[in-house]
């Protein structure tokens, strides 16, 4: 099974500025990972695929990077709707498709 | 425009079966490449792949649940279901159901709007 770890647990930024998240493979994933936001109470929501393809309807703040075992999700001018829990997901090696445990992006 | 509508009950009792259904719009299952799937987050954590199956029946389960899980389609009616047998309170969570694209592209770009279970006599 394929382990997928990521940093900083909690992020805190403030609105304006840039985020930058990590997600580590245990090994490597080509280029099959995904990156989902998840706000308080909601459905997860698909933001990348492919380490670095944007999801149909979302903005180009969003933007995805990496291959092998080392990613980084990056928002840059963060809004007030982009303060969520963000999880990484790899779906190069499965059963099972497995995802990290979550950033949480907070406000500063 | 696909949709997931998750169904099915909110409590089960300890040691019986889960039983949830997504029913699918806006897509056949019975003529398309996609997969159908659940994922589970339990109380304050994150998210676990439960398993998927495609439009013929061809399933895939996590190894730790796979004792107990039975994913399956029923393409006559356009929707799918999961059925967890044996349950515990480890077992409490929101079930989302899913799609992905196709195989091997297993990322979930439609869910459901999830359905909390509660395991509790």
């Known amino acids: 099974e394929i382990v997928m770890t990521q940093s900083p647990a909690t992020l805190s930024v403030s609105p304006g500025e840039r985020a930058t998240l990590s997600c580590r493979a245990s090994?490597?994933?080509?280029?099959?990972l995904a990156w989902y936001q998840q706000r308080p109470g909601q459905v997860p929501r698909l933001l990348i695929f492919g380490a670095s393809a944007r999801a149909t309807g979302i903005p180009a703040r969003f933007s995805g990077s990496g291959s092998g075992t080392e990613f980084t999700l990056t928002i840059s001018s963060l809004q007030s709707e982009d303060f969520a829990v963000y999880y990484c997901?790899?779906?190069?090696?499965?059963?099972?498709?497995?995802f990290g445990q979550g950033t949480r992006l907070e406000i500063k | 425009q696909v949709q997931l509508q998750q169904s099915g009950p909110g409590l089960v009792k300890p040691s019986e079966t889960l039983s949830l259904t997504c029913s699918v719009s806006?897509?056949?299952?019975?003529?398309?490449?996609?997969?159908w799937g659940w994922v589970r987050q339990s109380p304050g954590k994150g998210l676990e792949w439960i398993g998927s199956v495609s439009h013929s029946g061809t399933t895939y389960y996590d190894p730790s649940l796979k004792s107990r899980v039975t994913i399956s389609v029923d393409t006559s009616n356009n929707h799918f279901s999961l059925r967890l047998t044996s349950v515990a309170a480890a077992d409490t969570a929101i079930y989302f159901c899913?799609?992905?694209?196709?195989?091997?592209?297993?990322?979930?770009?439609?869910w459901g709007q999830g359905t909390a279970v509660t395991v509790s006599s």
């Open positions: 806006g897509a056949a299952i019975r003529t398309s490449s996609f997969y």
């Open positions: 090994q490597s994933v080509g280029s099959k």
């Open positions: 899913s799609r992905s694209p196709s195989y091997p592209y297993q990322y979930i770009d439609v």
């Open positions: 997901q790899q779906y190069h090696s499965w059963p099972p498709i497995t």
